[in-house]
């Protein structure tokens, strides 16, 4: 049974920085993260590939986000530098294949964690 369990949500300030951590047991798969704000879709932050040899962010995250993993430790973690309050949102660690997931989004999605709230005030 694959989980994800997040962490490393909190509040920070506009500019500052903040690393999500996702630990993921019971399979191995490319990790994405989505984020969602209230009254806001569900949206694609980011992924990485099963090896972490390839990457691919939305708009909204390139140059300031950066995912990246450890296999051996079963870890992946979200890098968030610059920091908006527009960045307030639900953040979910996400597992499934990466073709499915760059064209579809959340619908490509096969596991999700259960997300951690990360808020930036201004």
């Known amino acids: 049974q694959v989980q994800l369990v997040e962490s490393g949500g909190g509040l920070v300030q506009a500019g500052g920085s903040l690393r999500l951590s996702c630990a993921a047991s019971?399979?191995?798969?490319?990790m994405a993260w989505f984020r969602q704000g209230i009254g806001k879709a569900r949206e694609f932050v980011g992924i990485?590939?099963?090896?972490?040899?390839?990457?691919f962010y939305a708009d909204s995250a390139k140059g300031r986000f950066t995912i990246s993993r450890d296999n051996k430790k079963n870890l992946v973690w979200l890098q968030m530098n610059s920091l908006k309050p527009e960045d307030t949102a639900v953040y979910y660690c996400?597992?499934?294949?990466?073709?499915?997931?760059?064209?579809?989004?959340?619908?490509?999605?096969?596991?999700w964690g259960q997300g951690t709230q990360v808020t930036v005030s201004s």
């Open positions: 996400a597992a499934g294949l990466w073709n499915n997931i760059v064209p579809a989004g959340a619908g490509g999605v096969d596991h």
């Open positions: 019971g399979g191995t798969f490319a």
């Open positions: 990485i590939s099963l090896g972490g040899g390839r990457t």
